[in-house]
């Protein structure tokens, strides 16, 4: 009997994945629920940006709204909102209605009212990511410039002339990588000054950069660059380059274009990416390929053809989420990342006169996974146990997700203490000979980077980038592939920096 009993246990914590924790339709957001924004989850809140009319906070808890701001978002927003220390960011309007509308606003997180203002700001690029936030600055992507600005006044703290699209900040926060827009080019700056580091620009000129994502190794750094959909070009090319060395790894034709500032993604020496192989005639895949080489590992076609604007794919913890549809019919799906093969898959409530699309990324956070729609709403699914989180919370999405994966094992919690202070703990052993494990401690939730560092002060591999809650957490790190000597680790977490030293010795 006893084992029939945990059986049935099993059966229904299986069945509870992929189902609906709540939902909030078309008709019960602004502007209709009409949006191409992906989703900013801060302090309990799920920020969304309508496309027509309005800006809402929701309770992510349970899906009820709390604030919306109609008033200063009349010809609404396609940009998608980011958040840092109580406030967010988000800009309104769009180059093509009344360029006068256009502003960048510092929002309170709490009450939606205003902090302060940017007028006559216009960001073009629509749900690409043009708007990052670092420490105490926020980086801007318009029309003409590229700005640095203070987040506490929105004062200038640096600008830069040039057509740029979307921004990605490296683990480290010490790279600003900026894509020029209706070009071939990608310039590494400085982010405290905006000086240039170096820049690159591809052999194929048509190919206009659209989608990056960074991950860090203790071998290399890398950047995968995906092409924006042009009509002019038939063959378009996925880059992967060394940050290093500043060359191209490979390149290939074989993955396709993504579109709609859908980036590619990350996770354990794989890249995960919403493509389409040519013209907007043919499938809309997802398409999984090895970060070493290029090589397709497995696809598989999500939505059918007509469209430009390519689907998101998420990745986390040995999976990979994305939106199913074709043939009439629609469905969220959770997928083995090595295999595609599918876990759950779950279709949303509600009636429409057409199956909702998703324009902006999903989110995933506390074993809940948040899908945005293009007039369907917001739909928050139970994603089972799922460890860590994908946020948007300083306009790259996939950063929550970078981490080097030659090193990387799970960050175990606590559960018998109670933080009362900040505490990063001696490793233990140490010296340590390959592995040790580091402690820390955290009194309230925030995002967490875990960072290691050689004796010259290059940072060697990142640990632990993203969002945790209070409490203790314990994460090993293997040094096998490292030489023997003092290591530095260091924990950064709400604007307090911890460090501590280490010996690997062989």
């Not at 040519?278 to 398409?287: E, R």
């Not at 940072?459 to 809650?469: D, E, G, H, Q």
């Not at 090993?476 to 460090?499: A, C, M, P, Q, R």
Request: hydrophobic share 40%; aromatic share 12%.
């Amino acid at each position: 009997m006893r084992y029939i009993l945990i059986l049935i246990l099993v059966a229904k914590i299986t069945l509870a994945q992929g189902g609906i924790i709540w939902q909030k339709l078309n008709t019960e957001l602004p502007a209709n629920g009409f949006s191409w924004s992906t989703p900013l989850i801060m302090d309990h809140k799920l920020f969304w940006a309508g496309q027509d009319k309005a800006f809402a906070a929701l309770d992510e808890i349970t899906g009820s709204i709390i604030w919306i701001d109609s008033v200063n978002f009349p010809l609404g927003t396609y940009d998608s909102p980011v958040g840092f220390e109580g406030k967010v960011f988000i800009s309104k309007g769009d180059a093509w209605s009344d360029p006068g509308q256009n502003a960048l606003y510092a929002l309170d997180a709490e009450t939606g009212n205003i902090v302060w203002q940017k007028p006559g700001l216009t960001i073009f690029n629509r749900s690409s990511k043009p708007i990052h936030t670092s420490h105490e600055t926020i980086f801007i992507a318009s029309t003409d410039t590229l700005y640095c600005l203070n987040i506490n006044d929105g004062s200038v703290v640096w600008k830069k002339d040039g057509l740029f699209s979307n921004l990605l900040i490296d683990n480290s926060g010490t790279r600003l990588f900026a894509s020029r827009r209706e070009s071939a080019m990608v310039e590494v700056l400085n982010p405290l000054n905006g000086e240039q580091f170096w820049y690159l620009t591809l052999p194929d000129d048509e190919n206009f950069i659209h989608g990056m994502a960074f991950t860090s190794s203790i071998i290399k750094d890398y950047l995968i660059l995906a092409p924006d959909w042009n009509w002019n070009v038939d063959t378009q090319y996925v880059y992967c380059i060394d940050v290093q060395t500043k060359e191209i790894i490979w390149r290939t034709d074989k993955i396709g274009h993504t579109g709609n500032g859908a980036s590619p993604v990350i996770m354990d020496l794989m890249v995960f990416a919403g493509t389409q192989k040519s013209s907007s005639d043919t499938s809309q895949n997802i398409v999984a390929f090895n970060l070493s080489d290029g090589n397709i590992v497995w696809e598989k076609p999500v939505r059918g053809s007509g469209a430009t604007n390519t689907p998101y794919v998420i990745a986390l913890d040995g999976k990979v989420y994305y939106e199913y549809n074709m043939n009439n019919d629609y469905f969220v799906v959770c997928a083995d990342a090595a295999t595609g093969t599918e876990i759950w898959k779950s279709k949303p409530e509600g009636s429409f006169e057409w199956w909702p699309i998703s324009w902006g990324s999903p989110l995933l956070y506390n074993n809940r996974l948040f899908m945005p729609t293009d007039g369907g709403g917001i739909y928050c699914y139970d994603a089972g146990q799922v460890n860590g989180s994908w946020l948007m919370v300083s306009g790259n999405v996939n950063a929550t997700n970078s981490y080097s994966p030659d090193l990387i094992t799970k960050v175990e919690k606590d559960e018998n203490v109670i933080p009362s202070e900040y505490n990063l703990e001696q490793n233990f052993p140490n010296p340590f000979n390959p592995s040790t494990n580091i402690s820390f401690v955290i009194p309230e939730e925030g995002f967490v980077k875990l960072s290691i560092y050689n004796s010259i002060g290059e940072r060697v591999a990142v640990l632990v980038n993203n969002n945790l809650s209070a409490g203790k957490y314990i994460k090993d790190f293997n040094g096998e592939k490292l030489s023997s000597g003092i290591y530095f680790y260091s924990l950064e977490v709400n604007s307090k920096i911890i460090t501590k030293k280490m010996m690997l010795l062989k």
